[in-house]
Structure formats: C-alpha cells, structure tokens
C-alpha cells in the first residue's frame, strides 16, 4: 500500500516554506548520492476554488476550506 504524505496549509497568505526535504537539510559534500529527496504535497486550503472545495467527500472539510477561501479573498480586498 503507498504512502502519501500531505501537508495541510491553514494559512491565508502564500506558503513560503521549503517544498522539498532537499531544501530543508544541509548535507556535507558528497552524501548527496544518498540522501532520498522527498517532494512535500502542499494542500493550500485557502487557495482552492470552490469546484475544488465542493469535491470534499465531508461537509467538515468544506466548511474549513470555504471559511479559509473567504478569509483570504476579503484580506485581499483591504
């Protein structure tokens, strides 16, 4: 069975964090061969359309997703 691994953002603001374990660690010359890169899979909640938000299979998720969507569009408005 595979594994995914999924960040949910919350935020209101673009993320602008590391998207890959290879961002985030400082390797010491010559492991670089050996280091596993992963891609982090970001979920930004407040950026997603409402077609998007509506695929949600609990009403929960769509709630928190719509609330995040138009806390960030009336930010924008101000």
Known sequence: MPVITLVVY???????????LHEL???PQGLEPYFNDYKIN???LAFLSEEQIAKFKTADMQVVAGYLRQK??????H
Request: charged share 15%; net charge positive.
């Open 10 to 20: 919350f935020g209101v603001t673009d993320w602008n964090n590391y998207l890959s």
């Open 25 to 27: 660690v400082k390797l």
């Open 42 to 44: 970001l979920l930004p």
């Open 72 to 77: 960030r569009l009336l930010r924008a408005l």
